[in-house]
Nanobody, 125 residues
């Protein structure tokens, strides 16, 4: 099992930016076979998929709600995943989670085996 730890959350004003980081660890595993994703959960709402990036960064996809504002990228040598969030809106307020899997599934499949504990992002003036 891969351990995932998110960081970088905080309070930001509308229109501002934040970068989240997800660090992966847990023995010997090949990041080049580990698909990773971001999800978020706002208070009182169900968890929402945000973005997925394939193991070698060949493909990245986004939810319509964040497309054009958020960018997902990864550094396999550092075993880290990132979410650059720009033009933040109050409705982006949520706990953000990273997730990962080795299983080969459709890129839009939201089943993941490994999850982090989450980091809070609050967008407010």
């Amino acid at each position: 099992q891969v351990q995932l730890v998110e960081s970088g959350g905080g309070l930001v004003q509308p229109g501002g930016s934040l970068r989240l980081t997800c660090a992966a660890s847990g023995g010997t595993f090949d990041m080049n076979t580990f698909v990773m994703a971001w999800f978020r959960q706002a208070p009182g709402k169900e968890r929402e998929w945000v973005s997925t990036i394939t193991a070698t960064s060949r493909i990245t996809v986004y939810a319509n709600s964040v497309k054009g504002r958020f960018t997902t990228f990864r550094d396999n040598a550092k075993k880290q995943l990132y979410l650059q969030m720009n033009s933040l809106k109050p409705e982006d307020t949520a706990v953000y989670y990273c997730a990962g899997r080795f299983a080969v599934r459709d890129i839009y499949n939201v089943d993941y085996e490994d999850w982090g504990q989450g980091t809070q992002v609050t967008v407010s003036s």
